[in-house]
């Protein structure tokens, strides 16, 4: 399968310590964007990146978050000192730009599903 | 800024019978707009997209149609399946860029047989 991956599936964690996600894209996807669903709604956009480069990050990105796609394949999202509001499904999805067309089809992973206790 | 509206559910319904998910709009500019599906223990799938006015995406017996007086895109199923059953977000993004899609809040469907 050459979906996009996302790892770990599941993390539970005590307020106040730190994780790391992972997101592996579709082989030559070029934009990586994460976004956080939480129960009931829908998914809200955290941050984008277009290669190696972060373009753009959501005012819900607080300073706490962190996400980098250092060699422009996979991407890692880390939050420190958790809070217990922090408790979602974090989504990574990954598109191309096709030649002609005028949106980019974004494909997304199973998430992380997170809880802070 | 962006936003999408919804039908708000859950939307219980017997096979066959037909369906329709409200879904409206508000966006500068002419946005694409999507529909995507989210079926139990899976990630998130297109089901169908319309990039410009009076497009109609059509799907696996889904349809929408891209309505801009409206500013709606409606999904529509003339015989819903057990199968069907899942949840679906119209979600949009801004037309010609790689920006971010913004997502309604979801709509539960669940088809009994």
């Known amino acids: 399968d050459t979906g996009v991956s996302q790892d770990p599936r599941h993390k539970i964690t005590k307020r106040g310590q730190n994780v790391t996600f992972r997101c592996d894209p579709i082989?030559?996807?070029?934009?990586l964007y994460w976004y956080r669903q939480t129960l009931g709604q829908g998914p809200e956009f955290l941050t984008y990146f277009q290669n190696e480069a972060q373009l753009e990050k959501s005012r819900l990105l607080s300073d706490r978050f962190s996400a980098e796609r250092p060699k422009g394949s996979f991407s890692t999202l880390e939050i420190q000192r958790t809070e217990q509001g922090d408790s979602a499904m974090y989504l990574c999805?990954?598109?191309?730009?096709?030649?002609?067309?005028?949106?980019?089809?974004?494909?997304f992973g199973p998430g992380t599903r997170l809880t802070v206790l | 800024g962006n936003s999408v509206t919804q039908m708000e559910g859950p939307v219980t319904l017997s096979e066959e019978a037909f369906l329709t998910i409200n879904c409206t709009y508000t966006?500068?500019?002419?946005?694409?707009l999507f529909w995507y599906v989210q079926y139990p223990g899976e990630g998130l799938q297109l089901l169908l997209k319309?990039?410009?006015?009076?497009d109609k995406g059509s799907n696996k017996g889904f349809e929408a149609t891209y309505r801009k007086e409206t500013t709606s895109f409606h999904l529509e199923k003339g015989s819903v399946q057990v199968s069907d059953s899942a949840v679906y977000f119209c979600a949009l993004s801004e037309s010609g860029s790689a920006r971010q899609l913004t997502f309604g809040s979801g709509t539960q469907l669940t088809v009994l047989p």
């Open positions: 319309a990039t410009k006015a009076d």
């Open positions: 966006a500068t500019g002419y946005p694409s």
């Open positions: 999805a990954s598109s191309t730009r096709l030649a002609g067309e005028s949106y980019n089809e974004q494909f």
């Open positions: 082989s030559e996807h070029n934009r």
